[in-house]
């Protein structure tokens, strides 16, 4: 059974740095890419980048760029996602999500939320 | 980046109703183009992918179709758990997105 587990829940203060975990199983890790999702409360879906597992290479959509970095570490199958720069938008459920064979995005984790407050 | 736009954002339906999605891209994208639906709290959950084809274990009453620009996702006859929010996703250039979400709801 393919398992993505993300870390806890984090407070943070603007301007500090947040880094989430998201450990896999069930598959080859290397396999497929591994996708960042932000959902902001009562908001839709937005994706934030990818990276692939094999090569460490990785894509940011460009509204985070510069502020996120997503990384892979296959000795222990875990994704991260790094955002710097904190501010009160960012509050938001931020969720890995891997590609299947067939499905882009077809596994996802249980969602890590993020608030940032003074 | 491609940008998604979904439509409606938001609509009212009735249970055995016919519900009718549609996301334009604004560059064609051939069909890499996935639709989830997503509940209050919860993971979103795959639906169709390559832009017609159903998910195993997804109700037959759901169906995707179009390519380039243009995509629909339908639901022939609207069940009570059909009520929820849904995205469209497309994969074919080198930074993805969703659309904005539509949200299904009961009148």
Redesign the interface.
Known sequence: EVQLVQSGAEVKKPGATVKISCKVSGYTFTDYYM?W?QQAPGK????MG?VDPEDGET????KFQGRVTITADTSTDTAYMELSSLRSEDTAVY?CAADSS?????Y????TLVTVSS | DIQMTQSPSAMSASVGDRVTITCRASQGISNYLAWFQQKPGKVPKRLIYAASSLQSGVPSRFSGSGSGTEFTLTISSLQPEDFATYYCLQHNSYSWTFGQGTKVEIK
Do not use: K, N, T
């Open positions: 996708h999702v839709g879906l937005e994706w990818l894509i940011y959509a460009e969720y067939s499905f882009p995005l077809g996802w984790g249980q969602g």
